[in-house]
């Protein structure tokens, strides 16, 4: 495996405690109280006075007084400047003075369009005037007495003549048209109305219907068409072959009058049925009216009954049924002096349980039992608490806090004896590096879309500082940041990513959060489908 030297990146600064820094023997510039160590590497001596080939700065009123610099400026420049401008957009107007190309003004505007009206050539009208004055327009002789003879005629819109106008009209069909003398007059090929009104009446006087057409619409009477638009309805016969007419059957109804017979007598048979009563209605042989001895010879005694049916008594036969009495004696033998929480069956079976199988229950439980004289367990034992006699049984929680008492004691011991034989004259305060410190790892898998993504997180109260190591592995790459993270009081994270490095640049970027009270390492990929791991060394 080949071993590859790769540069030492800083991220967000990098501070040097001491007076002196170099890179491969050579010092490294630094801030210093005057500029003489750079002015004496780049050579010459800084001045305000115009030298050549010297440094230029700033005079004391922080002024650049080195005379004439020449130089690509950028943003506002105060003072006078000789020389090419560099970008004209950064002026207007009002910066630049007035040469040939005139700045326009509405005086000169009116006066250069004064100028071309008073300057044209017009016809009937003339303008005078100026722009700044004012111009006058004045028709010849005046617009209120001039008309169209003051105007000559155009090429266009001609006077009106007769000429004209005759000329401008001919003649159609049945018209004849002197264009000379303007004259319309109708030929022999057109009738008058006077000729076509007598000619129509003639026609009309000696027409019938014999000389008219049948049309589609009105068409002329004829027996078949007058048969033809009759029909039969119920009842009748019609022969539209020669139009007689029969009736075919008698037309009174029969049925409705049966039926309005029938309602009626119905109605009156109701009425006189509501009115009466059973007094009215002699008994027939079956439907029989009702008297108490019938009712009480319809019934009889079953067993365990007596019944009398001449005044329709029943009673108990004690023979059968037990009374009061007998159920008392009987209780009370049952119950023979039980204590009073159980005399009844429901206080019995609630003292069982309300078990079924009371008897199989209790032997059961009791096989269940530990022998006092000595047993065997198949399950888990559990106490009620840690030991405090010599001869009481140890639960696990003691023996394992008893454990880890013993083992902290003989770490802290062993501890003590080392920093003596290391250092038999200091005093040095030790501790348990689990008091104070924590080592935690996590991997987010493989990140799909590149998006910021938690790697590792730890409680805030627990932990306020850490030093963290992150790879990130995208295809054959990999991109590895040691960083060290820490809280101030007011939860404020300070955050230093001091040492990089990468097989084939930058494959992502590191940040922290605060969420929900836990301390977040956030890590952004630069691609997709990109895994980032981190080990953290947490300190209180």
Known sequence: MATVNKNFRIKNGLVVEGSVATVNGQNILTEGGSDSYIIDLIGGQATSANTANAVVKRDGSGNFSAGTITADLSGNVTGNVTGTVSDI?????????EGNNLYFTDARAKDSAAALLTTATLTNIQITGTGNGGLVITAENGVADSDTDDLAEGTTNLYFTNSRARQAISGGTGISYDNSTGVVSVDNTVATKTYADNAASSAIDNATTDNIDEGSSNLYFTNGRARNAVSAGTGITYNAADGIINVTANTYDAYGAASAAEAAANSYTDTEINALNTDDIEEGASNKYFTDTRARDAVSAGSGLNYNSTTGEFSVDTTVIADQSYVDTAVANLVDSAPGFLDTLNELAAAIGDDA?????????????????GDTMTGALTLNADPVNALHAATKQYVDTAETDAVTSANSYTDAEVLNLVDGTTDFEHVDVNAVSRQIAGTTGNIATA??????????????????LVKAKNGTHTHLSELVLTLDTSDNIALNEYAITTTNGSLMTIDADINNSNVRLRVTPANNNTEVMAHATLLI
């Open 89 to 97: 957009s950064n002026h207007d107007t009002d910066d630049l003075a």
């Open 357 to 373: 199988n009371f008897v199989t229950t209790v032997t059961t439980s009791i096989g269940e039992k530990v022998a006092k004289a």
């Open 451 to 468: 998006a910021a993504t938690t790697v590792v997180q730890w409680h805030k109260n627990n932990y306020r500082s850490a030093k963290i």
